[in-house]
């Protein structure tokens, strides 16, 4: 491609909505040959011959070396990294397409922030059950990630986990722009945790933020959302440190803020009292933490976490809670007070 170095690295990215397009620009901007796999063809076009994606990023031009195609095959040729961002719960049959074009020996790059429902595995073990890869070449990616901020070239950092440090430094080597920053850790189950935990905690603040409640109500669910989503993952093997970081509370305070939040925006639109089928009509993008409430109170159960926000966020979308009884019952169900 023109006006790239020889040697520039080739990087297939699989998933063509908001946030795929924009990580693939992320890495194009950074100097990598990109291209996009899309599942439908007229978005590919659209994406290398007017360098758009009018759907999921609209005014946002794309670089030159980003360019897309809606044949795996294509995308992953000659692929030295490989990163994946489809919804979670379509991340299982979308690695059995893939399977047997993967290049092999190339890290491959979880983008995503869900749980699978039926198995409760995090997205970096669905990848090495489907793959049947080292742990070592996998990767993910989380923190204050909201992409259109990102597509606008706004200075943001990530954080990129790996049980191997080196695939890590690769992917965050990658991954480096002059507006994106991507720091490391070896805590794949913390940060992936602390992508799929903030969500719901984002839900819970959309719904305060729908029935009215002001900035103490949502500060409260916020920080006793951290408490919870912290002991959470620790239970699970994550270091208390990495919930702290960019992807525990850095993400927890950007999709709590933000009304570009798709997990914020149907839990606003559950608190002004749409019920969750009106919620998922009204919705055109992924809220993944709609998919994980289940799965991750059923995680939970199985290590005795105690998680009323989350709870009662279940309680919410199933109809069996009022929205304006969610702050209140924010820390327990007991009257007694118990330690902060
Ligand atoms: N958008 C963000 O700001 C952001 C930031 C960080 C992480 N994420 C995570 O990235 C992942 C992808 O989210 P997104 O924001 O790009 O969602 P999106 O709704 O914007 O796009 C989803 C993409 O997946 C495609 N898709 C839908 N069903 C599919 C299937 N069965 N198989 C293959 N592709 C399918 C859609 O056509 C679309 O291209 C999610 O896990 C999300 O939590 C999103
Ligand atoms: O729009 P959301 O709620 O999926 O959040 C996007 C990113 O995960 C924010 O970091």
């Known amino acids: 491609m023109e006006g790239l170095a020889p040697d520039a690295l080739r990087i297939a990215v699989l998933g063509a909505g908001s946030w795929g397009t924009t990580f693939a620009k992320v890495l194009a901007d ?27 990023l609209p005014g946002i031009n794309l670089p030159p070396n980003l360019r897309a195609h809606d044949r795996l095959e294509r995308v992953l040729a000659g692929a030295q990294q490989v990163y994946l961002s489809v919804p979670s719960q379509s991340l299982r049959s979308n690695l059995h397409s893939i399977r047997d074009i993967v290049p092999p020996d190339v890290p491959v790059v979880s983008l995503m922030k869900g749980v699978e429902r039926g198995t409760g595995l995090r997205m970096s073990e669905v990848i090495a059950n489907e793959l049947g890869i080292d742990v070592e070449r996998i990767a993910v990616v989380s923190g204050p990630n909201l992409a259109l901020e990102i ?19 690769a992917v965050a080597q990658a991954a480096t722009n002059e507006y994106f920053r991507s720091f490391v850790n070896t805590d794949v189950i913390g940060t992936e945790f602390g992508g799929v935990l903030k969500n719901l905690i984002a839900v819970a603040v959309g719904i305060a933020d729908g029935v009215g409640y002001g900035e103490n109500t949502k500060a409260s669910i916020i920080t006793r959302g951290l408490v919870e989503l912290t002991h959470f993952a620790v239970a699970y093997g994550a270091q208390a440190e990495t919930m702290s970081g960019l992807a525990g509370l850095g993400d927890l305070i950007a999709t709590c803020e933000s009304k570009l939040s798709r997990n914020n925006t149907a839990g606003r639109l559950l608190g002004q009292g749409y019920a969750f089928t009106e919620v998922i009509a009204q919705m055109n993008q992924t809220a993944e933490g709609l ?21 009662q966020v279940a309680q919410v979308l199933e109809g069996t809670l009022d929205p304006r009884e969610l702050a209140p019952h924010l820390a327990t169900d007991s009257d007694e007070p118990q330690g902060e």
């Open 151 to 169: 597509a606008k070239k706004q200075p943001t950092a990530a954080v990129v986990a790996s049980a191997s440090h080196a695939t890590a430094v």
């Open 291 to 311: 998919s994980s409430v289940g799965p991750i109170l059923e995680l939970a159960e199985q290590r005795g976490v105690h998680m009323p926000i989350v709870a």
């Open 30 to 56: 950074a100097g990598a040959q990109t291209t996009l796999w899309a599942r439908r063809r007229e978005v590919a076009q659209e994406i290398t011959e007017t360098h758009r994606n009018s759907d999921y």
